[in-house]
C-alpha cells in the first residue's frame, strides 16, 4: 500500500540571485537531514514496518503575500502492507528545532495527507 504526505516550507525570505542557489540548497538540506535520518523517519512513522520510503523535494522562489518567497516543496511516498502514519507535529517540532530553521524565523509549515484517488 502507498501512504503519500505532501509538506511544504514557505520561508518567508526573497533572496536575489547571488543568493538563490546557496539558499535553496540549505532549504533542500534542512528536509534531507530529517527524511534521511532512520530515526526520526522512525518517530514520524510510529515504528510502523516500511517497504520503502521516497522523497522528492523541489525548491523555488514562489509569490507571497508581499513580494517572494523561497519555498520547498515535498511529496513523501513510503510504501507498507498497511497504510502508514506521518507524525505531522513531530515534522514540524524537528524542523523548528534544527538549527538551520533559525534562518527562517517566519517559515510556515504545511502538511496534508495525499488521499487516494
Same mark, same amino acid.
Given at each position: 500500500?502507498?501512504?503519500?504526505? #505532501?509538506?511544504?516550507?514557505?520561508?518567508?525570505?526573497? #533572496?536575489?540571485?547571488?543568493? #538563490? +542557489?546557496?539558499?535553496?540548497?540549505?532549504?533542500?538540506?534542512?528536509?534531507?537531514?530529517?527524511?534521511? +535520518?532512520?530515526?526520526?523517519?522512525?518517530?514520524?512513522?510510529?515504528?510502523?514496518?516500511?517497504?520503502? !520510503?521516497?522523497?522528492?523535494?523541489?525548491?523555488?522562489?514562489?509569490?507571497?503575500?508581499?513580494?517572494?518567497?523561497?519555498?520547498?516543496?515535498?511529496?513523501?511516498?513510503?510504501?507498507?502492507? +498497511? =497504510?502508514?502514519?506521518?507524525?505531522?507535529?513531530?515534522?514540524?517540532?524537528?524542523? =523548528?528545532?534544527?538549527?538551520? !530553521?533559525?534562518?527562517?524565523?517566519?517559515?510556515?509549515?504545511?502538511?496534508?495527507?495525499?488521499?487516494?484517488?
Amino acid at each position: 500500500m502507498l501512504s503519500s504526505y #505532501y509538506l511544504e516550507l514557505r520561508s518567508g525570505v526573497d #533572496y536575489d540571485l547571488s543568493e #538563490y +542557489d546557496a539558499a535553496a540548497g540549505r532549504l533542500a538540506q534542512l528536509l534531507v537531514s530529517i527524511m534521511s +535520518d532512520l530515526h526520526l523517519l522512525n518517530q514520524l512513522t510510529h515504528d510502523s514496518p516500511r517497504d520503502g !520510503c521516497k522523497t522528492e523535494i523541489e525548491v523555488s522562489m514562489e509569490p507571497a503575500v508581499k513580494g517572494r518567497e523561497l519555498v520547498a516543496k515535498a511529496v513523501v511516498d513510503i510504501t507498507a502492507d +498497511d =497504510k502508514t502514519p506521518f507524525d505531522k507535529s513531530k515534522f514540524t517540532k524537528f524542523i =523548528k528545532a534544527s538549527a538551520a !530553521c533559525s534562518e527562517w524565523p517566519k517559515l510556515r509549515i504545511v502538511k496534508k495527507a495525499v488521499l487516494d484517488q
